[in-house]
T-cell receptor, first 110, second 113 residues
Framework: SQQGEEDPQALSIQEGENATMNCSYK?????LQWYRQNSGRGLVHLIL?????REKHSGRLRVTLDTSKKSSSLLITASRAADTASYFC??????????FGAGTILRVKS | KAGVTQTPRYLIKTRGQQVTLSCSPI?????VSWYQQTPGQGLQFLFE???????NKGNFPGRFSGRQFSNSRSEMNVSTLELGDSALYLC????????????FGEGSRLTVL
């Protein structure tokens, strides 16, 4: 079964707007990662945040982690049409086993 | 540096048959993980191999098996295929023991008729 829930399930925004996706998980984690998947293709790693970190930035991406609430959020600023994809959070359970959330489908309209 | 290569990309099988999928990790990576992606169940962990040893296994029946060779290439096998095995099978490689960034291949899309 999946570890987490992602919210919203789908998001449609205009180019230039910000997109925020949320992820909740159930058990303690080593780290939490976000991945992007373009229509039925492989996943691309976006960012990793460790359990002792609260916020991390990478380009237009900002990730926060609240271990007390077992939740994380991914913010994409100034979105582009090329950001249209599915976004997944994944929690590390040990070894290289990741437990993925259900994903958020993001559509950026130009 | 070449990425993770999965073959075949697409395949169609019938119920009861078996299938073998192959994954070549990024050069130097010793960990290979396999995931199944379906519309209903999402992304689910199948198993992970590190230095030819299975290190983790997901909650899948014994029909799903895998192995890793000395050159880190990995194969997974599904026997006695069922309609529900239709999915995108994703392979990911990683360099180290601790869970960090995984590098995914484009996947093998299996359709079972």
């Amino acid at each position: 079964s999946q570890q987490g829930e992602e919210d919203p399930q789908a998001l449609s925004i205009q180019e230039g707007e910000n997109a925020t996706m949320n992820c909740s998980y159930k058990t303690s984690i080593n780290n939490l990662q976000w991945y992007r998947q373009n229509s039925g293709r492989g996943l691309v790693h976006l960012i990793l945040i460790r359990s002792n970190e609260r916020e991390k930035h990478s380009g237009r991406l900002r990730v926060t982690l609240d271990t007390s609430k077992k939740s994380s959020s991914l913010l994409i600023t100034a979105s582009r049409a090329a950001d249209t994809a599915s976004y997944f959070c994944a929690t590390a359970q040990g070894g290289n086993k990741l437990v993925f959330g259900a994903g958020t489908i993001l559509r950026v309209k130009s | 540096k070449a990425g993770v290569t999965q073959t075949p990309r697409y395949l169609i099988k019938t119920r009861g048959q078996q299938v073998t999928l192959s994954c070549s990790p990024i050069s130097g990576h010793r960990s290979v993980s396999w995931y199944q992606q379906t519309p209903g169940q999402g992304l689910q962990f199948l198993f992970e191999y590190f230095s030819e040893t299975q290190r983790n296994k997901g909650n899948f029946p014994g029909r799903f098996s895998g192995r890793q060779f000395s050159n880190s290439r990995s194969e997974m096998n599904v026997s006695t295929l069922e309609l529900g095995d239709s999915a995108l099978y994703l392979c990911a490689s990683s360099s180290g023991l601790e869970t960090g960034e995984l590098f995914f291949g484009e996947g093998s899309r299996l359709t079972v008729l």
